[in-house]
């Protein structure tokens, strides 16, 4: 594990190559590469990485809130997709396991961990609770999971949303399916946020910014297919929905951090969260979600 000299990220590697880095400002990740160096996310050539606003790319945090919420009681003043993702995070930490089988290192496991507490944020007049976060990155050989457990440090309860905004690096947008969906109904947010049910696989042809509740458990796996390889497998840990965002060429266009401007090509936003619903949780307790995103190697 080692840090940027400017203390901003935190970067670490298995010894078979593997790497992760994570930006302390949003505990965003912003990279992760497999053994050969190839890069699995996909971040802006304009994302602002100085903490001025959240990161275009990479896997921001979005919590308490998914989107904005006008009419809710205490998450109407609330930012888009909250406060996880532009306040900064406090290192807390690394561990490293090796699986019971064998000594390799291709068994080697790293845990980054990451915390975020009320007492860090001046939010009180944005979101009047006392919480704790914590968000764990683990990098294996052949997957990332990202997992965030969010505690009610509060004497009332307290009702939230969490998401793993993550924009994975595909080769051509034309050319993937989206498999594990079928049959699931969606919001879909380009259309009136009608509700609808998926007929087959996902492909992307336009706009497309969906909020998927699959049918079966977290654990089924949503995966990306392209050319006939399938670059990632998605599951889900108590993470109900999954949301499907490729903002295509005008609302590319419109967002002055996202460049280049036929970079939709190469990504697609597969967003684990719990936004369906809003979360209750009663003084003390805890929610856990996590996402693990397995590649082929
Ligand atoms: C997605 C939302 O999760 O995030 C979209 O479903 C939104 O509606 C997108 O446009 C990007 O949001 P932001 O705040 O990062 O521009």
Redesign the pocket.
Known sequence: VTFSDDNSRVTAELPTGETVEILLYGATVISWKDSRGDEKLWLSEAAKLDGSK?V?GGI?L?FPV??TAPNHASASKLP??GFARNNRWEFLGKSTSESAAGKQAADLSVKLDFGLSSSAVSNSDLWPFKFNLIYSVTLNRENLTTSLVVTNDDDKPFECQV?M?TYLRVKDITQVKITGLDGASYTD?VDGASTKSQSGDVTITGET?R?YTPKGGPSDPVSVVESGKTPYTVTRDNLSNV?V?N?WTE?AEG?ADFAPKDGYKNML?I?PGAVGAWQTLEAGDAFEGAQTITIPY
Do not use: Y
Request: hydrophobic residues 35%; aromatic residues 10%; glycine residues 4%.
């Open positions: 959240p275009r921001p979005v998914f989107g888009q997709h998401l905004h947010k910014d909020v949301v965002w903002p609302k967002m936003c967003e």
